[in-house]
C-alpha cells in the first residue's frame, strides 16, 4: 500500500534534499560516545525539527498508532525488529518486545503495514474517531480568530489596519469564528451576535483583570453568582448569570462564524474611529495593549477545551498603561534600549515581561496562540511580549506601517489557502522517545515545555526543558525546533562491544491540522554512535556546519537573553578556536600548515558573519527588533536560518549568468546588479553604471532589451523569494551610493575600508567601517588556532 | 420676663390672653373623670356646654375663661360683642369673633382701611406674571399637558423672569390658617406708623396698647377652660383646628421700618418685599430675636431659619431683581464679606457704610459713593435694588467661578434587571424621560446622557449621525470607569432622534433580561464618572434592593421585623445606612457638582435608609413609588420627572448664612453637602427644598436693635448665568419673653420639630423621638404657662395664640409615618428622607394631610377654592355615605363609605357599586358636575402642592379602609392618645413641671 511513496535516504545524512524527508537535521550526525567527547566537540548534539512540515511523500495511515509498552510507548516503526512468525516486534528504542495486536494479524514479511515500510521513518496517523457517537460530537471544532486591534492610531494608519482586515475577513473560511476586540485607553471587546444596536463591553486600561474576573463580566463564568451576590437572604438568588441580554453564557456572542458576521463586522470596521481619548501634548497615546491582551485570552477561555483559537493582535504602537506597559506616558522617557536593558535601566521591563509571561501561560493551558503585527515606527514592546508569542506558537510580524507591504502582504498570508498557505495548525503537542543514553536538555524555538519529567530529561536545562514533552499551540509547515542533547551513557552501555551501535530518537508530533483534524506524526530516526576519542574521520564526515552554525546562533541568542555579563563575540571566538584546534589539520603553531575539512570549511565564515550579525550585535538594533530577529531565527528552517546568519549573493551581469557572489564588499562593480537575500530584506543593489543607464531609460529602448531583462532578472528572483517567505521580506532597491545602499553594505565582509591598503578596483566600492575582514579574521583563528 | 400676663388680662381682650380656662386651679385633671373636662369621656364628651364653644372663641380676652361661660364674671360675650361687629358666629371657634374685630375683619369682609377690598385683583395686569394663570402645573393627565407651559413657556433664569409661579388663578396654596386671616398681613391703618410689630389678636385699637413700641401683651390661645366643675366638657369641636381661608393678603414685610410678622406659610399671600425678603424663602421661627441666650432657653423654642431659596413665588409678586456690578462684583463688607444689603447704615454722608452683620465701618468706594437724604437714607436708596430689597441677585463675576459655568447636564440612569422590565418599571421610565425631554431647558448648554444597568452598566453613545446608538458595557462593577471620554453626554439637540429611538428601544431591548442583580451602587459612579468633568443633574430609576457590586446592600427588612418584634432597642440603627461607601461616594459627587436624584419604583424592600444618603449628600431627592403600579404610577412619575427637571433650579451652588454679631450658626440641616463650617455645597439647589439653619447666641444684643439674617446663594442657572442670590431679613430683638411668644412662628417651628425629629429617627428608638418630641412641646407651653400666663389658675391649659396649634401638630407628628411604630423600614426611611428638605407649606401635610369630602362636591358653593372646607382628621366626621379624599401632598387616598349612594359611585368613577372601582384607581373624566368638581379638586391639589397625586382607593371595611383611617390623627388609636387625651396630658405634664 506504500508502494509508490517516493523513496528517499532513511537515515543518511542531508545531502541532496537538506532536512531529507525527516526534516530533521543534526549538528552532528555521528554520536560521540562519552560525555568528555561530547564537550570535546564544542558544538552541541543537537537536533532540528520541522514536525509538520510538507512533504509530497508523506504516508497518512487511517488507524491508530501501534505503541510499545509504557513508560516507553514509543509508536511501531521501521527501525524495529518484527518477529513475523511470533507477531511480535521489538522496540529499537527500549527493547521492549511487543505482540501484535489481533488485527495485525495478517502480517508477513510480504504484507508490513506502512510505518514499517524502510522509508517510511516519517508517517502520519489520521484514526478515526473511536465510536460514531463521538464523531458526531467532535465534529471538527471551528478554528477560532480573534482580533485584537489597536486604535491608538492616525487616521491613515488606521485605514490601512481596516482594509488588512477587510481583507483577511474576505479570505476566512465560513466557518471559522470571528471575534473582534479594539482597544485604545480603554479595551472593547464587541459582541457581534446582537442585531438590536451594537453593542460593546468596555474594560478598563489601567487595571489588571484575571480571567476569572473577565468571565464572569462578561457573564460566561462556570460558577454563575457574582462574589458579592451571595448571600443576601430574602433574595431571590440570581438565575442563570449572564451579562446583557443572553440568558446563556455563550461564548457565542462574540465569536461568530465568519460567514454570519462578516457584514456585522464589515460595518463594525466602517464606523470604527481611532481612540477618542484625549492624548495631552508631550504624552504618547494611552494603549493598553496588555489588558486587551487579557481580555482576548480571558474569553477565549470560555471556549470548549481543545479548540484551536488565535489571537491576532495588530499593534501600533507601544503599551502605556496598565499591565505589560512598556514605557510610560511621558514622551521624554524614551522606549528602553538594550543599552538600559543591560544597565538595569528599563523600569516598566521586567514587570512587563512577567506579565506577558504569565499570560503566555494562560494560553498555553487553553491551547491557544497569540500571533502579533507590530506596525510603527517607534517600538511597540515586541521584547517583551516576545514570550506570549513564542510560547504559544505564535506568528510575529514587524513592520514600520500598517500600510507596508512587509504587514500587507504577510498579514494577507496567513489566510490564505492553497500554495501560499503556512498550514496554520493548533494545538501540537511534541514527544520525544530515545535510545538510552541519550538525555534530552531542551527546546529551543516556539513551544512550551509541559513540565513532564522524565528519566530522559537532562540534568542541564537548555531552552524550554525538563520534560520529555512539548506543547506548542500554533504550529506551521515551517515551524522548526532545535533539540538539544544530552550524551552521559550508563556504566553498563558504556563498556564497549555490547550496545548497539546506532542510536534511535523518535518525535511525536500530535497536531490539530487547518482542517481542524487530529494528525499524529511519528518520526523515527536513527544515527550511529562514534566510540572512542580516536574516531575523529566519523564525526567530521558527520558534521553539518549549516546546523552547526545555527544552532549556535540559537544557544548563543538563548545565552545572551538569560545571562547577564556574557561577552557573545569572546564565547564564540573561543568556541571558533577550540573547534578548529579539534577537526582541523595542521602542524603546532603552524598557522599557514592549518587547512579544514571541507565539512568544515565554511563555518568560521559562518562564525565571522554571526558575529557580525543582529542576533550578536545587538546594539545596532532595539530591542524589540532584535527579539523579533531572534523569534523567526529559532523558528525558521535551517536553510533559512542560515540566510538570516549569512546573507546570499547574487551577482547579474551582462557576461554571464545570474552567479552566486561572494558576500564581499568586492564583489560589487558598477556594471552589476546584486541581489542580496538577509532573509529579513531583500535588496537589489544597481551598480553605478547600470543606475545611470536605467536612470536614461534604456531599458525601454527596443535595442537594449538585453539590458531590460538584466534589470528585470533580480526582480523576478526577489519576487520569487519574497512570495515563499513568511514574514515578506522588506524589499529594498538601491543604487551604488545611494542612502539605502548602507542595506547591502552592512552585510558584506569589509575586505576594502576606507584606510585599507588595497587599490579599490575602479567601479566597487569601500566600507567606511573599523571592523575587521574575513581574511583578518581567519588570519588570527589559524595562528589561535595552531597554538599549542 | 414680660409684662406678668396677669395685668393683661383686660387690655389685651380678645384672642391673645384667652387661656382656656379649667377649673379651679385645685382641680386639675387626675380628678374622677367627671370632673375632668378633659379627661372625661374623651371625644365624646365635648368641651363645655353650648356657649361653651366659646372658650376657644375668646371672646373675652383676659377671661381666664372658665368652662362654663356662665360661670365667667368677665366672660367673654360681653366683651366680645361690642367689638366684634361680627362674630361669625357660624364658626364659633375658628374665627374668635373676639379678636376679629380688633384686628380688623375676616377675610372675607372688605377692609375699610384698605387701599383696596381685594388687595390685588388690580395688580395682576401690571405684573409679569399676569399672563399665567392659564398654565397648571399639573393637569390630570400626562400625555396632554400636565405642567403645561409653566417652565417652558417662561425661562426661569432668563434674568428679568423670575420664577413662573404657579398660576393665580385661584388661591393657589390651600390656607390651613387657623386664624381669621385679617390678623396676618393686615396693613397698619396709614396713619399709625409706629405701629408696634403685629401681633396675632393684639387689638390695636386699644388705647394704650397701640401705642406702646412693644406691647407687653401677649396672645393667648383660647385652648384652655376645662376645671373641674362636672358640668364642663371639652368640646372636640372646639379645640384648636387649622382653617383655610381664601382670601388673598397683601403682605408687606417691613412697614414703618419694622418688620411684618408674616402670614401662615400655608395660606395665600402675596408679598411686597420692601425691605426684608419674601417669608417664602426665608422664614425665622420667631419675629423677634431674643436678646440673650437666656432668653431664648428660657422660651425652650427653637431659634431657626427655613431657607427656601428658590421658594415659587406669587405669581403677582415682583420679580426678584438682578443687579451687575460689573467687573468689581457686588459690594461686600471688607471684614464679614455680607453683601451689600438694605441694613447696611451709610455714614459720614454716605463716604462710609456700617454693615450690618459685624459692624465694621467699610469705606464707600468712590463710584457707589452716593449723598445721604434728610432721612439717613442714601438719596438712591430706591432707585438701587440691593439698598432697597430683601431679595436681590447680584451678577457673579470671575471672583465667584472657578471654572466656566457648568452646562445643564441631565444623565439618566434606568435598571433594566429582570423585575425592573417586568413589573414594567423600565418602560414607565423610558416613556417618562422620553416625553419629559420637550421640558429640558432649551438651548445648546443642554446635554443629556443616558445609561442602563443590570448586573453591569450599559452606556450609549449617542453621538452617532444617523446611526443606531452603540452601546458600551462597563462590567467591572466594583471598580468602574467610564467607557468613553466623549461623546456620553450630548447636547440635546444633537441627539434627540437618537435617544427617542433609544428610549423606545430599551424596554424591548431587554425584554428577555433574565439578571436579577442591580448594581445601583456602581451605575451611579460610573454615570458620575461620565459627569465629573460637568457636574449635572443624575435621575436614577431604581427599581429593586443594589445587590451587587460597589456599595452593594442586603435585605435588611426581614432582620428589621423580628428586631421590632421584639422590641429590639438597635431597631432604628436599620434607618441608619446600611454602610459607608454610598455616603463616600456621594461625598465625591458633590464635590464634582453632581446632584442625584432617585426615583425608586419598587415592589419590594429597597433599603432607603442606605439609598437616600446620595440624594440627601448631592441635594437631590428620593421619589418613592410603592408598590409600584404599572397603571396608576407612570402618570406620577412622569409628572415628578417633569417637575424635576422643568422647576426653577440653580447648579453648583454654595450657600452661606450670616447674621449680626450676637448670634452665630449652629447648624445647617437639608440636604447638601457640606465640607467647610460655615458653607453648604449643593449641587444643585432648586424651589422646592428647604434648609433649615439653627442658631445660637454669643453675644447680647441691646433691646431695640435689629438683628440681621443674610443668605448667600452663589449658583449657576440652567442657562449657564452664575449669580449670587441674596436674602436679607432683619428683626428685632426684645428681651421680653413674652414677646417671644407672641412673635413665634408656629409653621417655622412646627417644622423644625418635624425636622429634628426625623433626623433623630435613625439616631435613637422611635419610643425615645416621640418622647422629645412630645417634651419640645409641653417646654415651649410649660414656659408659656409660667412666664407669661402665671396668672391664670393652674387648672387652666393655656396655650399661646401664636402656638396654639402646636399641640395638635405635635400629636399628629407623634403620628405621622415616620414615629409609628407599625410602619415598614422603607415607608420610615423615605418620611425621614422626605422630611429632611420639606419646605414648610409641605411639611403640614405630611403630619396632618388635608381631608374633603368629594360626595357633596358638586352641591358645595363655588366660592372660588373647592379646598376651603377642611375636615378635621377624625374619623368622627366620616360617614358611610360619604366619599372622601384625603391628601398629604404626595397621595391622594380616596374613601368611599359602605354605604354610598351608588349614583355618586357612578357618577365619580363609571362604575355603579363600590366593589367596582378598581383599586389602582386612575381618576377619569366623566360628563358630569361632580366627576368635573372632583378632577377640578384633584388638579389643584396637585398645582398647589407642585407633586402628581398618586390616587389610592380606600375602601371601607377593607385593609386600605383601616390603612386610610390610619390618617386620623385624632382619633384614639392603640398606643396613641386622641387630640383631646393628648390635650389632657399636655396639661398635665404641665401642671407637674409648674409644681
Known amino acids: ?788 | 420676663m414680660g409684662a406678668p400676663p396677669s395685668s393683661q388680662p383686660f387690655i389685651s381682650p380678645p384672642p391673645s390672653s384667652q387661656p382656656f380656662m379649667g377649673p379651679p386651679s385645685s382641680r386639675p385633671f387626675g380628678g374622677p373623670p367627671s370632673s375632668q373636662p378633659f379627661g372625661g369621656p374623651p371625644s365624646s364628651q365635648p368641651f363645655a356646654g353650648p356657649r361653651a364653644s366659646q372658650p376657644f372663641s375668646v371672646p373675652p380676652a383676659s377671661q381666664p375663661f372658665t368652662g362654663p361661660l356662665a360661670s365667667q364674671p368677665f366672660a367673654g360675650p360681653p366683651a366680645a360683642q361690642p367689638l366684634s361687629g361680627l362674630p361669625a358666629s357660624s364658626q364659633p371657634f375658628s374665627g374668635l369673633p373676639a379678636s376679629q374685630p380688633f384686628s380688623g375683619v375676616p377675610a372675607s369682609q372688605p377692609f375699610s382701611g384698605l387701599p383696596a377690598p381685594q388687595p390685588f385683583s388690580g395688580v395682576p395686569a401690571s405684573q409679569p406674571f399676569s399672563g399665567l394663570p392659564a398654565s397648571r402645573p399639573f393637569s390630570g393627565l400626562p400625555a396632554s399637558q400636565p405642567f403645561s407651559g409653566l417652565p417652558a413657556s417662561q425661562p426661569y433664569m432668563a434674568p428679568p423672569t423670575p420664577f413662573p409661579g404657579p398660576p393665580t388663578s385661584s388661591s393657589p396654596f390651600g390656607t390651613p390658617s387657623w386664624q381669621s386671616p385679617a390678623q396676618q398681613g393686615m396693613p397698619p391703618m396709614p396713619g399709625t406708623t409706629q405701629a408696634p410689630p403685629r401681633m396675632f389678636g393684639m387689638p390695636p385699637h386699644t388705647p394704650g396698647q397701640t401705642m406702646a413700641p412693644v406691647p407687653p401683651v401677649m396672645g393667648h390661645s383660647p385652648l384652655a377652660g376645662h376645671q373641674v366643675s362636672t358640668q364642663s366638657k371639652i368640646d372636640p369641636n372646639q379645640i384648636p383646628r387649622p382653617v383655610s381661608s381664601t382670601s388673598v393678603p397683601l403682605f408687606e414685610t417691613r412697614q414703618g421700618n419694622q418688620a411684618n410678622i408674616p402670614p401662615p406659610a400655608t395660606s395665600d399671600f402675596i408679598v411686597k418685599d420692601n425691605g426684608n425678603c419674601s417669608p417664602r424663602l426665608m422664614r425665622c421661627t420667631m419675629n423677634q430675636i431674643p436678646c440673650t441666650g437666656d432668653l431664648l432657653s428660657t422660651s425652650s423654642m427653637p431659634l431657626a431659619l427655613m431657607v427656601q431659596p428658590f421658594a415659587l413665588p406669587h405669581p403677582s409678586e415682583e420679580p426678584i431683581q438682578v443687579v451687575d456690578f460689573g467687573e468689581s462684583g457686588p459690594l461686600r463688607c471688607s471684614r464679614c464679606k455680607g453683601y451689600m444689603n438694605p441694613f447696611m447704615r451709610f455714614v459720614d454722608q454716605g463716604r462710609q457704610f456700617v454693615c450690618n452683620l459685624c459692624g465694621f465701618t467699610n469705606e464707600t468706594p468712590r463710584d457707589y459713593y452716593c449723598n445721604l437724604g434728610p432721612d439717613g437714607r442714601r438719596r438712591d436708596a430706591d432707585e438701587r435694588p440691593e439698598l432697597c430689597r430683601g431679595t436681590v441677585e447680584f451678577v457673579a463675576t470671575k471672583e465667584y467661578m472657578v471654572r466656566d459655568p457648568m452646562p445643564a447636564v441631565f444623565f439618566f440612569v434606568i435598571d433594566v434587571s429582570m423585575n425592573a422590565i417586568q413589573t414594567g418599571a423600565t418602560a414607565a421610565a423610558c416613556t417618562a424621560i422620553n416625553q419629559a425631554l420637550a421640558d429640558l431647558p432649551e438651548g445648546p448648554r443642554t446635554m443629556v446622557g443616558i445609561a442602563t444597568f443590570d448586573s453591569s452598566i450599559h452606556f450609549y453613545n449617542l453621538k452617532r449621525a444617523s446611526q443606531q446608538p452603540l452601546m458600551l458595557i462597563v462590567p467591572d462593577i466594583q471598580d468602574v470607569y467610564t467607557p468613553l471620554h466623549t461623546d456620553l453626554i450630548v447636547p440635546l439637540t444633537e441627539c434627540r432622534q437618537n435617544l427617542e429611538q433609544l428610549l423606545d428601544g430599551i424596554p424591548n431591548m431587554f425584554e428577555n433580561n433574565r439578571v436579577a442583580e442591580s448594581a445601583f451602587g456602581a451605575a451611579i459612579k460610573a454615570a458620575f464618572l461620565a459627569m465629573k468633568p460637568t457636574g449635572g443633574k443624575l435621575l436614577v430609576f431604581q427599581s429593586v434592593l443594589p445587590s451587587v457590586g460597589i456599595g452593594s446592600l442586603f435585605s435588611r427588612e426581614a432582620e428589621g421585623r423580628t428586631n421590632v418584634s421584639s422590641g429590639d432597642k438597635e431597631a432604628h440603627k436599620l434607618l441608619q445606612p446600611g454602610d459607608k461607601t454610598l455616603k463616600t461616594m456621594a461625598i465625591e459627587f458633590a464635590e464634582y457638582q453632581v446632584c442625584v436624584d432617585i426615583f425608586l419604583t419598587t415592589q419590594t424592600f429597597v433599603d432607603i435608609a442606605s439609598i437616600s444618603v446620595v440624594p440627601r449628600t448631592t441635594g437631590g431627592q428620593v421619589y418613592y413609588y410603592y408598590p409600584f403600579s404599572v397603571l396608576s404610577d407612570p402618570a406620577k412619575l412622569y409628572n415628578d420627572l417633569r417637575w424635576n427637571i422643568s422647576r426653577p433650579q440653580g447648579f453648583e451652588a454654595v450657600m452661606r448664612i450670616r447674621c449680626s454679631q450676637g448670634l452665630q450658626v449652629q447648624e445647617y440641616s437639608g440636604n447638601f453637602c457640606k465640607r467647610i463650617p460655615t458653607d453648604i455645597d449643593l449641587p444643585a439647589i432648586d424651589c422646592d427644598k428647604t434648609i433649615m439653619v439653627t442658631f445660637k447666641h454669643d453675644d447680647k444684643f441691646q433691646e431695640g436693635s435689629e438683628c440681621a439674617f443674610q443668605c448667600a446663594l452663589l449658583y449657576t442657572t440652567v442657562y449657564g448665568q452664575r449669580r449670587i442670590r441674596i436674602i436679607n431679613l432683619s428683626l428685632p430683638c426684645t428681651s421680653m419673653l413674652s414677646n417671644l411668644f407672641r412673635s413665634a412662628d408656629l409653621d417655622s417651628q412646627f417644622t423644625c420639630f418635624l425636622k429634628q425629629a426625623a433626623n433623630g429617627i435613625p439616631a435613637s428608638p422611635l419610643s425615645q423621638v416621640r418622647e422629645q418630641i412630645t417634651n419640645l412641646c409641653i417646654n415651649i407651653l410649660c414656659s408659656y404657662r409660667k412666664f407669661c400666663a402665671t396668672v391664670s389658675s393652674s387648672g387652666q391649659l393655656i396655650l399661646p395664640e401664636a402656638l396654639k396649634l402646636l399641640p395638635l401638630y405635635t400629636l399628629a407628628l407623634v403620628k405621622s409615618i415616620g414615629l409609628r411604630n407599625d410602619g415598614r423600614l422603607d415607608d420610615r426611611s423615605y418620611w425621614v428622607s422626605r422630611s429632611a428638605s420639606l419646605s414648610i407649606p409641605m411639611a403640614f401635610p405630611l403630619v396632618y394631610p388635608r381631608m374633603i369630602s368629594i360626595h357633596d362636591l358638586a352641591s358645595k358653593e363655588d366660592d372660588g377654592s373647592l379646598l376651603s372646607a377642611t375636615i378635621p382628621l377624625s374619623s368622627e366626621h366620616i360617614n358611610d355615605d360619604g366619599i372622601y379624599l384625603l391628601e398629604n401632598g404626595e397621595d391622594g387616598l380616596i374613601y368611599v363609605g359602605n354605604m354610598v349612594n351608588p349614583d355618586t359611585v357612578q357618577r365619580i368613577f363609571g362604575v355603579s357599586s363600590v366593589d367596582g372601582i378598581p383599586t389602582q384607581l386612575v381618576l377619569q373624566h366623566f360628563d358630569n358636575d361632580l366627576s368635573k368638581k372632583l378632577n377640578d379638586v384633584v388638579d389643584e391639589t396637585r398645582r398647589q402642592r407642585c407633586s402628581y397625586l398618586r390616587l389610592r382607593l380606600c375602601r371601607k371595611g377593607d385593609p386600605s379602609g383601616l390603612f386610610f383611617l390610619s390618617y386620623m390623627v385624632e382619633d384614639k388609636i392603640p398606643g396613641g392618645l386622641s387630640y383631646v387625651e393628648f390635650l389632657v396630658q399636655v396639661h398635665r405634664q404641665i401642671q407637674t413641671k409648674m409644681a
Open chain 1, 1 to 788: 500500500m506504500a508502494a509508490d511513496l517516493a523513496g528517499g535516504g532513511g537515515g543518511g545524512a542531508a545531502v541532496a534534499d537538506p532536512d531529507g524527508p525527516d526534516g530533521v537535521r543534526m549538528t552532528w550526525n555521528a554520536w560521540p560516545r562519552s560525555k568528555v567527547e561530547a564537550s570535546k566537540c564544542v558544538i552541541p548534539v543537537a537536533a532540528c525539527i520541522a514536525p509538520i512540515r510538507a512533504s509530497p511523500s508523506l504516508l497518512v495511515l487511517p488507524y491508530a498508532p501501534l505503541r510499545c509498552k509504557p513508560p516507553c510507548a514509543a509508536v511501531l516503526n521501521p527501525f524495529s525488529r518484527v518477529d513475523f512468525a511470533a507477531k511480535i516486534w521489538i522496540c529499537p528504542i527500549c527493547f521492549s518486545r511487543n505482540h501484535f495486536p489481533p488485527h495485525y494479524a495478517a502480517i508477513s514479511e510480504t504484507n508490513v503495514p506502512g510505518e514499517l515500510y524502510p522509508q517510511c521513518t516519517t508517517v502520519e496517523y489520521a484514526p478515526p474517531p473511536l465510536d460514531a457517537s463521538a464523531a458526531a460530537a467532535a465534529a471538527v471544532p471551528a478554528p477560532i480568530f480573534l482580533f485584537v486591534l489597536d486604535t491608538c492610531l492616525i487616521e491613515e494608519e488606521l485605514g490601512f489596519v481596516k482594509s488588512a482586515m477587510r481583507r483577511a475577513l474576505g479570505l476566512l473560511p465560513d466557518h471559522a469564528l470571528v471575534g473582534l476586540v479594539t482597544f485604545g485607553t480603554q479595551v472593547h471587546l464587541h459582541e457581534l451576535g446582537f442585531s438590536d444596536l451594537s453593542k460593546i463591553y468596555v474594560f478598563r486600561g489601567t487595571k489588571e483583570i484575571s480571567k476569572e474576573q473577565i468571565l464572569d463580566q462578561l457573564g460566561l463564568s462556570s460558577a454563575g453568582i457574582r462574589p458579592g451576590a451571595a448571600g443576601a437572604p430574602g433574595y431571590p438568588k440570581a438565575g442563570p448569570q449572564a451579562n446583557g441580554l443572553h440568558p446563556s453564557g455563550s461564548v457565542n456572542r462574540f465569536l461568530l462564524p465568519a460567514s454570519d458576521c462578516e457584514y456585522t463586522l464589515n460595518a463594525l470596521l466602517d464606523e470604527l474611529q481611532t481612540d477618542q481619548w484625549p492624548v495631552e501634548a508631550g504624552n504618547r497615546a494611552r494603549r493598553c495593549t496588555g489588558v486587551a491582551l487579557s481580555v482576548a485570552a480571558g474569553l477565549l477561555g470560555a471556549c470548549m477545551p481543545g479548540t484551536g483559537a488565535r489571537i491576532i493582535a495588530l499593534v501600533g504602537g507601544p503599551c502605556t498603561e496598565g499591565p505589560g506597559m512598556i514605557v510610560s506616558k511621558d514622551l521624554s522617557e524614551p522606549v528602553r534600549s538594550h543599552k538600559d536593558l543591560d544597565k538595569d535601566a528599563a523600569p516598566h521591563f521586567h514587570k512587563a515581561v512577567k506579565f506577558y509571561d504569565n499570560l503566555a501561560k494562560q494560553l498555553v493551558n487553553q491551547g491557544h496562540v497569540l500571533d502579533l503585527f507590530a506596525s510603527a515606527l517607534d517600538q511597540v514592546g515586541v521584547a517583551e511580549m516576545k514570550v506570549a508569542v513564542e510560547r504559544t506558537g505564535g506568528l510575529v510580524v514587524l513592520a514600520e506601517s500598517f500600510g507596508h507591504p512587509v504587514f500587507k502582504d504577510s498579514f494577507k498570508q496567513i489566510f490564505e489557502d492553497g500554495e501560499q498557505s503556512l498550514g496554520l495548525s493548533f494545538n501540537g503537542t511534541l514527544e520525544i522517545n530515545c535510545s538510552k543514553d541519550i538525555k534530552i536538555q531542551g527546546v529551543i524555538g516556539p513551544c512550551t515545555s509541559l513540565e513532564k519529567k522524565g528519566a530522559l530529561c537532562a540534568d542541564t536545562v537548555v531552552g524550554q526543558g525538563n520534560t520529555t514533552s512539548w506543547r506548542m499551540c500554533g504550529l506551521d509547515r515551517s515551524t522548526c525546533l532545535t533539540v538539544f542533547f544530552d550524551i552521559s551513557p550508563s556504566e553498563r552501555s558504556s563498556q564497549p562491544g555490547i550496545p548497539n551501535p546506532q542510536l534511535y530518537i523518535q518525535f511525536l508530533t500530535n497536531y490539530q491540522n487547518p482542517e481542524g483534524q487530529m494528525r499524529l506524526r511519528v518520526t523515527t530516526i536513527t544515527r550511529r554512535w562514534v566510540d572512542g576519542s580516536a574516531n575523529t574521520e566519523e564525526l567530521v564526515e558527520g558534521f553539518d556546519q549549516e546546523t552547526a552554525a545555527v544552532v549556535l546562533a540559537r544557544y548563543i541568542s538563548l545565552k545572551m537573553e538569560m545571562e547577564e555579563e556574557f561577552d557573545a563575540t569572546r564565547w564564540l571566538d573561543r568556541s571558533l578556536i577550540r573547534l578548529c584546534s579539534r577537526f582541523g589539520d595542521y602542524r603546532k603553531d603552524d598557522p599557514a600548515s592549518f587547512t579544514l575539512h571541507p565539512n568544515f570549511s565554511i563555518f568560521p565564515q559562518f562564525m565571522f558573519n554571526l558575529r557580525r550579525s543582529q542576533f550578536v550585535q545587538v546594539f545596532n538594533n532595539s530591542p524589540d527588533e532584535t527579539a523579533y530577529f531572534r523569534m523567526l531565527l529559532n523558528r525558521e528552517s535551517i536553510t533559512n536560518s542560515v540566510v538570516m546568519i549569512q546573507p546570499s549573493l547574487l551577482s547579474y551581469s551582462f557576461n554571464s549568468p545570474p552567479a552566486p557572489a561572494l558576500l564581499d564588499v568586492a564583489s560589487i562593480s558598477a556594471d552589476r546588479i546584486l541581489l542580496l537575500d538577509a532573509y529579513f530584506s531583500v535588496v537589489i543593489f544597481h551598480g553605478m553604471t547600470i543606475a545611470q543607464w536605467r536612470n536614461m531609460g534604456y531599458q525601454n529602448q527596443p535595442e537594449h532589451q538585453a539590458f531590460a531583462q538584466l534589470l528585470q532578472a533580480p526582480q523576478d528572483d526577489a519576487q520569487m523569494i519574497i512570495r515563499d517567505r513568511f514574514p515578506v521580506p522588506r524589499l529594498v532597491i538601491c543604487d551604488q551610493h545611494g542612502s539605502q545602499a548602507r542595506f547591502l553594505l552592512a552585510k558584506l565582509n569589509p575586505s576594502a575600508t576606507y584606510n585599507s591598503a588595497h587599490e579599490v578596483a575602479p567601479g566597487s566600492d569601500v566600507i567606511f567601517t573599523d571592523d575587521v575582514s574575513l581574511q583578518v579574521f581567519c588570519e588570527h583563528l589559524q595562528r589561535l588556532a595552531v597554538q599549542s
